[in-house]
Nanobody
Framework: QVQLVESGGGLVQAGGSLRLSCAAS????????MGWFRQAPGKERETVAA????????YYTDSVKGRFTISRDNAKSAVYLQMNSLKPEDTAIYYC???????????????????????WGQGTQVTVSS
């Protein structure tokens, strides 16, 4: 069993930055693909970014490319989402998730699917004011 705890959300003005963190319990974290998802009010949850077990394969949704950066530190069992140039449309609850398929060498379309992920955090609110 893996537990995920997000932190770092908050209120920020448009153009500002936030860094989300997701701390994982469990000694097999380094084998997992990790994803960041978000859900805005009245909208479906969407994939924001994903990173494979060693950071060698990364995915971003088009709307955050060039602004967000996903990274991981396997020694600390943590994954991060650096969010720059934030826009009001980035306002959402952000979730991290873990896919327990071990050592996926290259991400594919599966990372876009919620069902691919076995463990989820409780979410952290990000609000961007205009």
């Amino acid at each position: 069993q893996v537990q995920l705890v997000e932190s770092g959300g908050g209120l920020v003005q448009a153009g500002g930055s936030l860094r989300l963190s997701c701390a994982a319990s469990g000694h097999t974290f380094s084998n997992y693909t990790m994803g960041w998802f978000r859900q805005a009010p009245g909208k479906e949850r969407e994939t924001v970014a994903a990173i494979n077990y060693n950071g060698g394969s990364i995915y971003y949704t088009d709307s955050v490319k060039g602004r967000f950066t996903i990274s991981r530190d396997n020694a600390k069992s943590a994954v991060y989402l650096q969010m720059n140039s934030l826009k009001p449309e980035d306002t959402a609850i952000y979730y991290c998730a873990a896919d327990r398929h071990p050592r996926v060498p290259r991400l594919d379309a599966r990372v876009l699917k919620e069902y691919a992920y076995d463990y989820w955090g409780q979410g952290t609110q990000v609000t961007v004011s205009s």
